[in-house]
Each structure stands twice: as structure tokens, then as C-alpha cells.
């Protein structure tokens, strides 16, 4: 018994062809496809990584042609502790966003209780003095002893009054009555 392979008639190897033919110009297709597209995102302005990047959102407000001197202060109002900024003063644009720590230390033999109040000098610089971060927020418990370091992260309105250019910032340390470790 032989087992015969099948003859191709030429209308078979026509067919076979032109798959082959359709085949390979799909894969061409797919592969001329990538640049293709990065030409219509390219007239379009869509998907453009460059263009994306040109764009990038940046800080705009902050005014470089100015500076202005901060000035940092800390006590403490009946309470023994020591309470002052690690820097004496920073120099900063206007619109800049800068942090400060100040430390803080209490003296007593017992856990205390305090809230830092600011106040700015001159007065009217407070309205131009944009806290996005501080210790002032919410009440401080200092065990015995205890020394703690605490961020002040700020910026000063460009529309800060260009005749100020000195703000003090001072925050005064009171005892909060009434909670646990106050005495």
C-alpha cells in the first residue's frame, strides 16, 4: 500500500500564494504601523512625549527678581521650655514654597501640653504668609524632657507689598489647660 500525496493544481498554489502575499503585507502593515502613528500624534499635537514635557506644569508665581529676608522666633509663654528655629533667617523668593524646623525642648519632669500661636511682624505680612504645613495646627505633648523637631513648610505671596522686605515670623508656646500631663 503507497500512499500518494496529493498533486497541487496550480489554482491551489495561486491561493497559497496570495495568502502568503496577503500575510506578508499585513505584518509590513504592523510593522510600518509604529511610525505611521507617531506621525499623526506628531500633526495632531496628541500623545506627544516632548510636547508633554515642554508643557510640564511649573511655578509659575514664584518671583525670582525679588527676595525677601524671613526671620524666625520661638518662646514660650510661662512654660519651661526652649523653643527656637534651627535657622536664624532664610532668604526666599516671594511665591517660593521653603521649610523651616524649629525644636523645641521641655525642661519639666512631666509630660506638657502647649499650642504654638504665630504672629508676623509687620502685622500686615500675616495676610501674605501661606502655611502649608506647621506645628501651630494642633496642640504639642512634649514628654519629660523631651526634644522634638518640627517642620514649618511656608511661602510669602508674590503680591506681599513690595516696601516689605523683612517678615519676622514668632510663635509663642501656651500651656493648654485642662489636658492630661498640664500642670
Known sequence: MSIEM???????????RRLAIVAL???????????FYDQICKA???????AAEAAAPTNTQVDVSRNVTVEFDGNAH????????????????????????????????????AQAIP??????AGQYFRKVECFCFQ???LAAGETRRMPVVFSV????PKDIGTITLSYTF??????????
Open 6 to 16: 496529493p498533486v497541487l493544481s496550480t489554482e491551489n498554489r495561486r491561493m497559497r
Open 25 to 35: 503585507t499585513m505584518f509590513g502593515f504592523g510593522f510600518a504601523l509604529v511610525p
Open 44 to 50: 495632531l499635537g496628541v500623545n506627544n512625549l516632548a
Open 78 to 113: 510661662g512654660l519651661p521650655w526652649r523653643v527656637h528655629a534651627l535657622d536664624g533667617r532664610v532668604v526666599v523668593h516671594p511665591g517660593e514654597l521653603v521649610q523651616v524646623v524649629y525644636e523645641a525642648v521641655n525642661e519639666r519632669n512631666h509630660p506638657v501640653t
Open 119 to 124: 504672629s508676623y511682624g509687620p502685622q500686615v
Open 139 to 141: 496642640q504639642q505633648t
Open 157 to 160: 505671596d508674590p503680591a506681599l
Open 174 to 183: 501656651f500651656q493648654v489647660a485642662g489636658t492630661e500631663g498640664s500642670k
